[in-house]
Each structure stands twice: as structure tokens, then as C-alpha cells.
């Protein structure tokens, strides 16, 4: 069974700085995707940004950045400029190929970042 | 135009009774799911729908039953309700593999 594991249950940055978060995960597909959600207090899920196996190259979102090392598989996400409106809890999560609807998205715990004025 | 919306927000209920979480989407997407959210923060599936057919049913108790009038909705009704349900019950759908989640129904279960 997939699994993903997030190492740091909690983090903090100081506005401005860079943070990053670490995520590795377990599989044995080659192809896949990888996610980072964003749960800020409003309890809102937002996608932060997303990233295909296949795909060499590291996804960006603006100041939002990713470090993926498929062979290592790991996939951490990088804070650039971090910004007071940061704060909140960061899931990763996998998810497998289409299968018709039975693909299901697996989360990590969460790491809960604080972002100090 | 909220993308996916859910009702009610919070909802707060009595040990043995029976309530439901309505789940509607408009983005066109063809499958939706309900994931628990739990005291912890910890997201899990529950069940999956593609088109209106049951895909995934994750050893959730009976007492927890879907239903998919069409494919822009997703309900989630449960029985006999217990303290351990009390959770964070997120809908959400998809279509390319990026899930859309709604802002989530806060289930207090007293």
C-alpha cells in the first residue's frame, strides 16, 4: 500500500525567509502524482501545487516551489518570501495512475507551519 | 459559483440519531468522494463515485451510506450516530486527478 510520511509534525519561518517542508512517500508505480494541499484555519483544502511522475522538471507556483527526487522518492516544498497569510497546515499527498475512479488520493499528516512576524 | 459546495457547515447532534451531508458540485467533473478528517488532522477516504457508481468503499461502518442522485452530487447520510464520528466530513470531486475539495461540514457528535 502507498503511504506517505511527513517528518516534521510542526515548522516555523520567519516572514520574508524560506521554509521547506519535507514529504517522501512509498510506492512501487512508476507513474503517478504528487500534491501539496494547503489547510489554512478556515479549514479550506487548497491545492497548492501539483506534480507528474513523468515529468523531470520541478513544479513552481510562484513563491511556492517543489524539490522532487523520484529515484529517492521524495518530494518536498519550498517557501520563498514567506508571507503571514503562509500560516497554516501543509499536507503531501500521492496518488496513482487513472484507474476509472478508484485511484485514491493518500495524505501525510501534515506539517503545521507558523510564520513569525 | 462556489466550485464545490456542501451543507450544512456545522452541524451538531445527539448519540443515536441520523443525519445527512448534502454535496453538490458544478464544475462537470465525473467522479466525487467524501474523505473524514479527524481530531488529529487526519485525512482519509471513505468513498468514491465515478458517474453515480460506487468505486471505493474504504471499510467505513454501514451505518454510513452514500447516495448519487447524478453525478453533480454526493450525499452522505449517517445512522445511529456515535461520539467517535465527531470529525471534519470533506466532499470534493475530480476530473483530472486534482481533487476540489468543499469547505467541509464540522460533524460534533454530543
Known amino acids: 500500500a502507498q503511504t506517505v510520511t511527513q517528518s516534521q509534525p510542526e515548522m516555523s519561518v520567519q516572514e520574508a525567509e524560506t521554509v521547506t517542508l519535507s514529504c517522501t512517500y512509498d510506492?512501487?508505480?512508476?507513474?503517478?502524482?504528487l500534491f501539496w494541499y494547503k489547510q489554512p484555519p478556515s479549514r479550506q483544502m487548497i491545492l497548492v501545487i501539483r506534480q507528474e511522475a513523468y515529468k523531470q522538471q520541478n513544479a513552481t507556483e510562484n513563491r511556492f516551489s517543489v524539490n522532487f527526487q523520484k529515484a529517492a522518492k521524495s518530494f518536498s516544498l519550498k517557501i520563498s518570501d514567506s508571507q503571514l497569510g503562509d500560516a497554516a497546515m501543509y499536507f503531501c499527498a500521492y496518488r496513482p495512475p487513472p484507474q476509472g475512479g478508484s485511484e485514491k488520493l493518500v495524505f501525510g499528516k501534515g506539517t503545521k507551519l507558523t510564520v513569525n512576524p | 459559483d462556489t466550485a464545490v459546495s456542501q451543507t450544512p457547515k456545522y452541524l451538531v447532534t445527539q448519540m443515536g440519531n441520523d443525519k445527512s451531508i448534502k454535496c453538490e458540485q458544478n464544475?462537470?467533473?465525473?467522479?466525487m468522494y467524501w474523505y473524514k478528517q479527524d481530531s488529529k488532522k487526519f485525512l482519509k477516504i471513505m468513498f468514491s463515485y465515478n458517474n453515480k457508481e460506487l468505486i471505493i468503499n474504504e471499510t467505513v461502518p454501514n451505518r454510513f451510506s452514500p447516495k448519487s442522485p447524478d453525478k453533480a452530487h454526493l450525499n452522505l447520510h449517517i445512522n445511529s450516530l456515535e461520539l467517535g464520528d465527531s470529525a471534519v466530513y470533506f466532499c470534493?470531486?475530480?476530473?483530472?486527478?486534482?481533487?476540489?475539495f468543499g469547505p467541509g461540514t464540522r460533524l460534533t457528535v454530543t
Open positions: 510506492t512501487s508505480e512508476s507513474d503517478y502524482y
Open positions: 464544475l462537470g467533473h465525473d467522479t
Open positions: 470534493a470531486s475530480s476530473q483530472t486527478g486534482t481533487l476540489n
